[in-house]
């Protein structure tokens, strides 16, 4: 039984646009059996906090080519992308690169 | 090597496919300085520390500009920035720059320029309501991050591309008619000026003028253009029938207003912010748009199709990834505003297919962009590009690649129209246009709704043309032996 995980979930780059345009989200994750990990977060999200247009966030059960995720300030690829357990008081951030610039 | 992928590819075998990291919570160490954590993975397996990133870019920049020698010092550079991320980071590589120690200072003088294009994204009640608000909040906070830099700024909105001179598509004087001074002898130079105003006891001019504002109709502030204008400009863009000719056209708008903001305050040069995603998606895209000729000018560093302006790609060599999180390392200031079309799902344009595609490729295949990017680089201008001589497209001024049968193809799918008002017909056009201009022309509304100075422009290439053939058994050749007639 995994205990109830507290995250800041921060959006940038113009994803925060699919959120009703608020960046920073306080969440707390319920306990559940499996330990929290990436992928379990992006179902989540998905449910709980996404508002419109689930596509233009997440391709299949990672997010959509051109989301950028940094776990704690670092590229998820040198924390394991989906596969990281998350921890208490964990900061993730999505940034999106995609439109421009 | 690396091991975050599975096997190095070498010729031969299928390209590197990546693997991810195994889980663990402890970052490894940096591969450049094995100190610090590591923060950012950089190309395939490299993982940099916060530090060693900073420095990878910024010597990336001025490897940029100090390989590529076209930028001479003095000179006035314009810099577009559209509040994204790629020009944003260029405004702050380019503020770090000038900054620094005078033997390795950035020696160019900047300007900025925000074009607001917030007319183009139609949106219920775009002239009034909710999204005005919107439009004026985004204009109020990027005037507040240009005067913060100090450098002299200027506002415009894309309804001032309605007001343009028809001179706006026609090449500037200069560029390949004068031989330009070495490089090498323009920098000693300019470094022994500035050692003899120093020695007379002048302060010396520092680039970073008062922060001024100025619109290239003449000084409008930061409010929003009339009504009737947005209106103009709507009419232009839903005219369009494809997504694919929106976006088209709305380069083509920002790009000739860029130009004319750099004429008419003396910019030399323009330096536009595409990342190197943006330019392999750019390059595939004008490829199926029918570019394939001017790939060169339209994805290089340096394009120099309207003669007296050039036009500099110096973030062309950076990954999207690379600029996002080098802005939320160190700070830099973004407005991000809603592209063409955020949201709308039923149609997409050519430009979205291909970001979709080589996207969706870069994550299996990581060495995707910089392979599309790197055969891009292998591309050089071709000789007759910079003939100035040489027949101009109306719209994109590269240069006239159709011969006179492919006319007859595309003339079954002109939509017959009244020849009444003879030079606002379709057919007036084609003539003027290279091949992807037809495409795209073919998909946009009828000729009246297009921007005045098009029409003008159109029309008086037209007169010319006809006054050439009328006048024409008089004109000398070059190769006729004797001039005809007595």
Same mark, same amino acid.
């Given at each position: 039984m995994a205990a109830p995980v507290s995250l800041q979930v921060e959006f940038g780059g113009g994803a925060e646009l699919l959120f009703?345009?608020? /960046?920073?989200?306080?969440?707390?994750?319920?306990?559940?059996?499996?330990?929290?990990?990436?992928?379990?977060?992006? /179902?989540?999200? /998905?449910?709980?906090?996404l508002k419109e247009r689930p596509e233009l966030f997440m391709q299949g059960e990672s997010v959509r080519p051109g989301i950028l995720v940094l776990i704690n300030d670092a590229d998820w690829e040198l924390m394991g992308e989906l596969d990281y357990k998350l921890q208490d008081q964990d900061n993730v951030l999505f940034i999106s690169t995609l439109h421009g610039g | 090597m690396c091991e975050a992928s599975g096997r190095c590819g070498g010729c031969g075998e299928a390209p590197v496919r990546r693997r991810a990291a195994p889980a663990c919570s402890r970052p490894r160490p940096c591969v450049k300085c094995g100190d610090g954590p590591a923060a950012v993975v950089i190309r395939i397996g490299d993982a940099f520390?916060?530090?060693?990133?900073?420095?990878?870019?910024?010597?990336?920049?001025?490897?940029?500009l100090g390989k590529n020698r076209v930028i001479f010092p003095g000179e006035k550079v314009l810099l577009a920035l559209s509040g994204g991320m790629a020009s944003s980071a260029m405004l702050r590589q380019v503020q770090e720059g000038l900054s620094r120690e005078t033997a390795k200072r950035l020696r160019f003088v900047p300007g900025l320029i925000y074009i607001d294009a917030a007319a183009a994204v139609p949106t219920e009640g775009a002239v009034c309501g909710q999204s005005l608000v919107q439009r004026e909040q985004t204009l109020t906070r990027m005037e507040a991050l240009l005067q913060e830099t100090g450098f002299p700024y200027y506002l415009a909105s894309l309804e001032q591309a309605l007001e343009l001179p028809g001179s706006i598509l026609r090449r500037g004087p200069g560029g390949d008619s004068e031989p330009s001074p070495s490089y090498k002898a323009a920098v000693e130079g300019f470094i022994q000026q500035q050692r003899q105003e120093e020695a007379n006891g002048d302060g010396g001019t520092s680039p970073a003028g008062l922060g001024t504002q100025d619109g290239p109709a003449g000084g409008s502030h930061a409010h929003l253009p009339a009504a009737a204008r947005t209106e103009e400009l709507l009419r232009l863009f839903d005219a369009a029938e494809t997504l694919t000719a929106k976006e088209e056209l709305l380069q083509m708008l920002r790009s000739h207003l860029l130009l004319h903001t750099a004429r008419t305050q003396g910019y030399t040069k323009v330096m536009t912010g595409e990342s190197c995603t943006r330019v392999a998606i750019k390059l595939l895209t004008n490829l199926a748009l029918g570019r394939g000729a001017f790939l060169a000018v339209d994805t290089g560093f340096v394009d120099s199709r309207h003669g007296d302006v050039t036009v500099v790609r110096p973030m062309r060599d950076y990954m999207a990834k690379e600029i996002a999180f080098y802005n939320h390392f160190f700070g830099v200031p973004t407005v991000i505003t809603p592209p063409l079309h955020a949201k709308r799902r039923e149609k997409t344009s050519i430009h979205r297919l291909m970001e979709n595609f080589l996207l969706g490729l870069q994550v299996d295949f990581p060495s995707t962009i910089s392979t599309v990017y790197r055969t891009g680089e292998k591309l050089s201008v071709a000789p007759a590009e910079s003939n100035g001589e040489l027949q101009r497209c109306l719209l994109c001024l590269c240069a006239l690649d159709i011969a006179g049968e492919e006319e007859l193809a595309l003339e079954p799918t002109l939509v017959k129209e009244d +020849?009444?008002?003879?030079?606002?017909?379709? !057919? !007036?056009?084609?003539?003027?246009?290279?091949?992807?201009?037809?495409? +795209?022309?073919?998909?946009?509304?009828?000729?009246? +709704?297009?921007?005045?100075?098009?029409? +003008?422009?159109?029309?008086?290439?037209n007169c010319r043309a006809l006054m050439k053939q009328q006048i024409q058994e008089f004109l000398l050749e070059d190769d006729e032996e004797e001039p005809g007639g007595s």
């Open positions: 009703d345009g608020v /960046k920073k989200h306080q969440v707390t994750l319920p306990s559940q059996p499996e330990p929290w990990d990436i992928r379990n977060l992006l /179902k989540w999200i /998905k449910q709980n906090l | 520390c916060r530090a060693c990133f900073r420095e990878y870019f910024v010597h990336k920049f001025r490897a940029m +020849t009444g008002n003879g030079a606002e017909s379709r !057919a !007036a056009f084609i003539p003027l246009l290279c091949y992807s201009c037809r495409l +795209t022309f073919k998909e946009m509304g009828p000729p009246a +709704t297009l921007p005045p100075y098009v029409r +003008t422009e159109a029309q008086r290439r």
